[in-house]
């Protein structure tokens, strides 16, 4: 069930511009849409802190007077809700495991994003999320971070529709009329937020809950 905007979190910093970022948006001649991002590099966040967020953004934690599910802080006004719908018992997020994932791009309905995806990937160099119709994969969407001096660069490739003969005729024209231009764009300045937000609260919230520091 698609649940509402839930009230906004408090913000710790400054959103990024799409600006700070190189994106590339294209049609590829089979019909699929591609779509990269390379984020400017997070300063004092490690690929250890991202991957140990991603593993535990669904658990609710106590961090600067506040109480909340920690995906709720990774993009404080745009993410509703992330459940875990196949997992570990402990619901924590790993490879192999599916969750469902409400989030608003701008906190408009008509960016809605209400799906649940597959993760085949989730280690300290990247995640992977991934989602199938009619057994054919249809959305491919792979971030992946390395060390870097004092930080870690962060990078987002997004594959969208099928190349398969039989489907992706089909295929194509719904990811056309469901990801039109302007979802496009409002899904790229989302993912440059919420990239750049591990700035303001990763470090300290890392600290805190995993006992480094």
Not at 141 to 151: N, S, V
Not at 173 to 191: C, D, G, I, T, Y
């Amino acid at each position: 069930m698609s649940l509402p905007l839930v009230d906004p979190r408090p913000l710790w910093g400054s959103l990024r511009p799409v600006s700070s970022a190189h994106s590339t948006f294209r049609e590829r001649p089979d019909g699929r849409f591609e779509a990269t991002i390379s984020h400017a590099p997070l300063q004092g966040v490690t690929p250890t802190m991202i991957a140990w967020f991603l593993r535990n953004m669904s658990r609710t934690m106590t961090f600067r007077g506040e109480t909340a599910q920690a995906y709720l802080w990774w993009h404080p006004l745009d993410h509703v809700r992330l459940d875990v719908v196949q997992g570990n018992t402990h619901g924590q997020i790993a490879a192999g495991c599916r969750f469902h994932i409400q989030e608003l791009f701008g906190r408009e309905e008509q960016y809605r994003v209400d799906e649940v995806v597959r993760v085949p990937r989730l280690d300290e160099g990247g995640i992977t999320l991934e989602q199938y119709k009619l057994g054919q994969l249809v959305f491919r969407l792979a971030h992946t971070f390395r060390p870097i001096d004092q930080g870690t660069q962060y990078d987002s490739r997004m594959v969208l529709g099928s190349n398969v003969w039989w489907f992706k005729g089909v295929a194509n024209h719904l990811r056309r009329k469901r990801f039109p231009a302007s979802k496009q764009q409002r899904w790229l300045q989302h993912n440059v937020e919420e990239v750049g937000y591990f700035e303001h609260f990763l470090p300290d919230l890392y600290a805190a809950e995993s006992g480094d520091g």
